[in-house]
């Protein structure tokens, strides 16, 4: 089975900061990664995923994750945020073997940028 | 429709009452998922679907929980007797294949709440 540990439960940022979200991974298989955002009232949405190759992933809204194999984490980052950026952020990871797409999400991360 | 549709938005049970939430996937999408996220928690994986056929349902808490999803579109989860710790977001997400590549689309959700 896999888990994942979301190390901050809230994280507070000044707008134009960098941040960090941090993500463990637990697993005895081979994983895939994803981060999700969620907006206030509405669905989970996402914003990167690592299936295999470059360990440095590229998503939307200016966010990036770094794989690292060696130390199971998938950190989320931001060179500068934006008050829009205010929202719950979820890493997951389905692992290679389960049910194919079936996604263990961590307890989420709510990401408050201020002005 | 353009997106996952889930309805109704948000449900009030009475403590023993039987429940039926309600999943419009997006058009064509193979896969579909259930998820129940608990107040302060990540998602947690209830149940699949590949088509019609309901693949794994190993995540579903106890008998009083049941998925359907006949004609392979719209899935239906049914909660009898509904308890006080049934209280949760239940998520709807579907995806166009049955791989981990493709994205899982989530819907708005419904928050149940039981009195």
């Known amino acids: 089975a896999q888990s994942v540990t979301q190390l901050d439960s809230q994280v507070p940022v000044f707008e134009e900061a960098p941040v960090e979200l941090r993500c463990n991974y637990s697993?005895?298989?081979?994983?895939?990664l994803f981060w999700y955002v969620q907006y206030p009232n509405q669905g989970l949405q996402l914003l990167l995923k690592?299936?295999?190759?470059?360990?440095l992933v590229k998503g939307i809204n200016g966010f990036e994750a770094e794989f690292n194999k060696s130390q199971t984490s998938f950190h989320l980052r931001k060179p500068s945020v934006h008050i829009s950026d205010t929202a719950e952020y979820f890493c997951?990871?389905?692992?290679?073997?389960?049910?194919?797409?079936?996604?263990?999400f961590g307890r989420g991360t709510q990401l408050t940028v201020w002005p | 429709g353009a997106g996952v549709s889930q309805s109704p938005r948000y449900k009030v049970a009475k403590r023993g009452q039987d429940v039926a939430l309600r999943c419009d996937p997006i058009?064509?999408?193979?896969?579909l998922f259930w998820y129940q996220q608990a107040l302060g928690q990540g998602p947690e994986f209830l149940t699949y679907?590949?088509?019609?056929?309901?693949?794994?349902k190993s995540g579903l808490p106890s008998d009083r929980f049941f998925a359907e999803r006949p004609e392979g579109s719209v899935s239906t989860l049914k909660i009898q007797r509904t308890q006080q710790e049934d209280s949760a977001v239940y998520l709807c997400?579907?995806?166009?294949?049955?791989?981990?590549?493709?994205?899982?689309?989530f819907g708005q959700g419904t928050r149940l709440t039981v009195v």
């Open positions: 997400a579907s995806s166009l294949t049955g791989t981990v590549s493709a994205e899982a689309f």
């Open positions: 679907f590949q088509n019609e056929a309901q693949l794994d």
């Open positions: 997951a990871v389905s692992g290679r073997g389960s049910t194919l797409g079936r996604l263990y």
């Open positions: 690592y299936l295999s190759g470059s360990t």
């Open positions: 697993s005895s298989v081979s994983v895939y």
């Open positions: 058009s064509g999408h193979v896969s």
